[in-house]
């Protein structure tokens, strides 16, 4: 089955500092979905992104299908932006999504 | 913004006892789906249901498990006889339309924990 993996694991930044946040996928896909999940748990929707480059406040997101991979842009980060952000995919003909490791983000204030 | 809702919030039970996770999706979306993440780890896809009926479910779902949309809002997960390994945070999602590809909407999750 597809194999979706993301880098870093881990990544500490101080309050203020931009990243970027990848997401490898190893098959051709026609959905991809980026999460935040806080340190309460809760999964929220950040992008949905087959294609293309979308941005929402400090955050954006750019998949490039072709070359089977998306990265997440977080600019100006803020304490709030603390948790593990997940890249997730459909298995082809399937709707079950395939989720990424995360990446664990802590930004230190 | 339409949202997907999820009680309990935590759920405590012991080992063997029978729970009931609901969710109530977004009104307008066909298509509903029950992951779970154990502590530390990925989420995991366990089914998906579309016109009352299971469309999909992983080698997790198995006869442990079952899923029920009782009524017109309320979509449910059933884990019979629960075992230690079943604790996990629970995650109900729907999407709409026809698409498969539509985005899901994550609810804020269960977390369940066997005692």
């Known amino acids: 089955g597809i194999q979706v993996e993301q880098s870093p694991p881990d990544l500490i930044l101080q309050e203020g500092a931009n990243s970027t946040l990848r997401c490898n996928f190893s098959?051709?896909?026609?959905?991809l979905q980026w999460f935040h999940q806080n340190p309460w748990g809760q999964l929220i929707n950040l992008f949905y992104i087959p294609s293309g480059t979308k941005q929402n406040g400090r955050l954006s997101a750019t998949t490039v299908a072709t070359e089977r991979y998306s990265l997440l842009y977080i600019s100006s980060s803020q304490t709030t932006d603390s948790g593990v952000y997940f890249c997730a995919v459909p298995t082809s003909g399937t709707y079950k999504y395939i989720f990424g490791t995360g990446t664990r983000l802590k930004v230190l204030a | 913004e339409p949202e997907v809702t999820q009680t309990p919030s935590h759920q405590v039970t012991q080992m063997g006892q029978e729970v009931i996770l609901r969710c109530v999706p977004i009104s307008n979306h066909l298509y509903f789906y029950w992951y779970r993440q154990i502590l530390g780890q990925k989420v995991e896809f366990l089914v998906s249901?579309?016109?009352?009926?299971?469309?999909?479910k992983s080698e997790i779902f198995d006869d442990q498990f079952s899923v029920e949309r009782p009524d017109g809002s309320n979509f449910t997960l059933k884990i019979r006889s629960t075992k230690l390994e079943d604790s996990a945070m629970y995650f109900c999602?729907?999407?709409?339309?026809?698409?498969?590809?539509?985005?899901?909407?994550f609810g804020p999750g269960t977390r369940l924990t066997v005692l």
């Open positions: 249901f579309y016109n009352n009926e299971i469309s999909e």
């Open positions: 999602a729907s999407s709409g339309g026809l698409a498969r590809t539509d985005t899901q909407y």
């Open positions: 098959d051709s896909v026609n959905n």
